[in-house]
């Protein structure tokens, strides 16, 4: 181990399966092998990860892919410059409904195909109807933050399925710990929220994961790395060492041999501090347990480029803020949210001979934005416009 | 705006909400709700309609908060966080007291302001009080612990009370240690030793 070569970094952590980078580089030394001292800090409020980062109560977080592309445009806060120099993962969300809902869909389908986002979303459609010609309540799914890819994904997958967001059902939001209870005391219908809170409503049978994030879309931004861009600007030296070291970390979470250990890990109450059971489940990816998880692996910490910030993820979030009316759209705001994701810096902190960038510049095109959303369509990031125009369910209009 | 806004007080722990309803009450304003049970906040809030929100920053329901006032149609009015640029001052200030608020557009600054600087200077005097009572409680069982050890060198090496306690700050002074944490390890060393407490 070499001593600490820079002042102390503070970073700020949600107790989610997806926080396992910061916690095991902390944890496995990988933070002070590239000479940085670390005080984990973690948060009960994305608002409070955002407004701790903003005052600079920390220099850099865990935060929602579209975090740092609305601290940018100044949605729903202060306008402060933000960048996202790696992501965090890929994968790692599903959207869960009541144990009563999934027994309507399965009413109108028996051949219901958990994990299959057309045939699910295709009964709950007809679940939908059928409600509304009976006069019952709108259901209402929950989000744990509005600015997140679980909101959009969720959005996203409803309007293809053919219902309208925010007029065939109704959006809640509800804090993560509080999901379960809420969906068990029905409050809730379903939510789409990161893990292990749709393994843990699933083991107290309060819930059933239909589909997984990678579902939908497996090139989809999940949680990112998110810093002041004044800061990042300020101290180069210790952004590349946090990307080289949570890099390493992603790369020790990624392999199976240690899926074991990290579930023990996160278990602990001083991070996730839920059963290691359900985090395991998630972990090797059987959240959907009759359910196949595609081709696509259910999260992944360091495959598949998952570290990479691509800049279309963020303009795909970007994309779906317009959508939905999140934000107003304008070239400015396009520029804007194109230099939030910055896989420039990610290649500068790894060295740009790195195995990893020519892998990852390979799979840009395949795996991202062309034809791997689950309804066939594809996302092209050098013409947003002509994407937002092409989406039928939509509060824009060009 | 005449009337006295409605204010709502969002706080799991009931002394430093009481804290803060009696500021606020003296401050003149007399439409102070507090919600101690978070469970389906947006639709208690829809009902309640405030004005003002303040919520404390260790409740996850603040970004329950966020989701109604950024996105959410529920609510039939704009609605927007009391941050802009010029209250940053502020906001710091909030977050360094451990509570945040939301306030409708259009309603008075100086009356936010009021109601803000209230909640934090609250925030902090119950903030004082639980570092008093802390630091009066540790105090208390330290004392307990010199009291217990003082007992045990007595009774193992016939010595005065005075002499017993003598030793044991002498002890701390060369090991520069506290006097309690010393009395502990007696306790302790005695404990293992199988000694007779006394």
């Known amino acids: 181990m070499t001593a600490s070569r820079f002042p102390k970094v503070h970073l700020g952590f949600i107790p989610l399966v997806d926080s396992a980078p910061f916690i095991i580089a902390e944890q496995k030394g990988f933070f002070a092998n590239h000479g940085l001292e670390v005080e984990l800090h973690k948060e009960v409020s994305w608002a409070n990860i955002r407004d701790r980062t903003i005052y600079g109560h920390f220099h850099a977080a865990q935060m929602l892919g579209p975090m740092p592309i609305a601290a940018c445009l100044g949605l729903g806060h202060l306008k402060v410059d933000m960048i996202a120099p790696m992501a965090l993962g890929l994968g790692g969300n599903a959207v869960t409904v009541s144990t009563d809902l999934l027994a309507n869909m399965r009413a109108v389908d028996p051949g219901l195909s958990l994990g299959n986002p057309t045939n699910v979303g295709r009964a709950l459609a007809t679940c939908i109807a059928e409600r509304k010609q009976q006069g019952g309540d709108q259901l209402v ?82 949680k990112v790395l998110g810093m002041r861009t004044d800061w990042a600007e300020a101290h180069p030296e210790i952004v590349d060492a946090l990307i080289v070291s949570l890099d390493a970390a992603c790369a020790w979470c990624e392999a199976p041999e240690n899926r074991g250990e990290l579930a023990d890990i ?133 | 705006m005449s009337a006295s806004p409605v204010v709502v007080v969002i706080d799991e722990n009931d002394v430093r909400a009481a804290i803060l309803e009696d500021g606020l009450r003296e401050a003149g304003f007399v439409g102070v709700t507090r919600l101690s049970d978070t469970t389906n ?131 701390a002074m060369t090991q520069k240690k506290r006097l309690a944490d010393i009395a502990q390890s007696v306790i302790t060393a005695s404990d293992l030793l199988g000694g007779t407490d006394i």
Not at chain 1, 296 to 314: K, R, T
């Open chain 1, 141 to 222: 799914f929950a989000v744990v933050y509005p600015f997140s890819a679980h909101n959009y994904e969720l959005r996203y997958w409803l309007a293809a399925s053919g219902i309208r967001p925010d007029h065939d059902v109704r959006f809640t939001a509800v804090p993560p710990s509080q999901m379960v209870a809420a969906l068990k005391e029905g409050h809730i219908d379903g939510f789409c929220v990161g893990e292990p809170w749709s393994s843990l409503a699933g083991q107290e049978n309060v819930g059933q994961a239909i589909i997984s994030k990678s579902n939908i879309w497996p090139g989809c931004s999940e």
């Open chain 2, 41 to 171: 906040l947006m639709r208690q809030l829809v009902s309640l309609d405030p004005d003002v929100i303040i919520i404390d920053l260790e409740n996850p329901s603040r970004d329950v908060l966020e989701q109604m006032f950024q996105v959410s149609r529920s609510v039939s009015r704009p609605v927007a966080m009391f941050v802009d640029q010029s209250d940053s001052e502020m906001t710091n200030a909030a977050m360094d007291a451990g509570v945040s608020a939301y306030v409708v557009d259009g309603l008075k600054k100086e009356r936010v302001k009021t109601i803000v600087d209230t909640a934090i200077s609250r925030f902090n005097t119950f903030s004082k009080l639980r570092a008093e009572l802390e630091e009066a409680r540790t105090e208390l069982a330290d004392r307990k612990v010199i009291e217990r050890a003082k007992g045990i060198m007595m009774h193992a090496r016939k010595i005065s009370e005075d002499e017993a306690y003598t030793l044991l700050r002498r002890t």
């Open chain 1, 266 to 398: 996160l278990s602990s109450p001083d991070f996730v501090g839920t059963s290691a059971q359900a985090i395991s489940r998630s972990l090797t990816g059987n959240v959907i347990e009759e359910g196949a998880v595609s081709e696509a692996a259910f999260m992944s910490f360091h495959a598949d480029a998952a570290n990479m910030p691509w800049s279309g993820q963020g303009l795909w979030l970007y994309s779906q803020m317009v959508r939905w009316g999140h934000v107003a759209h304008s070239s400015q705001g396009l520029d804007v949210a194109k230099s939030v994701y910055r896989p420039d810096i990610y290649a500068r902190a790894l060295g740009n001979t790195s195995p990893i960038l020519g892998k990852a510049m390979a799979q840009e095109k395949t795996n991202f934005f062309s034809g791997r959303f689950y309804d066939g369509c594809s996302f092209d990031p050098t013409d947003v416009e002509k994407y937002l125009s092409s989406l039928e369910v939509s509060a824009y209009s060009a």
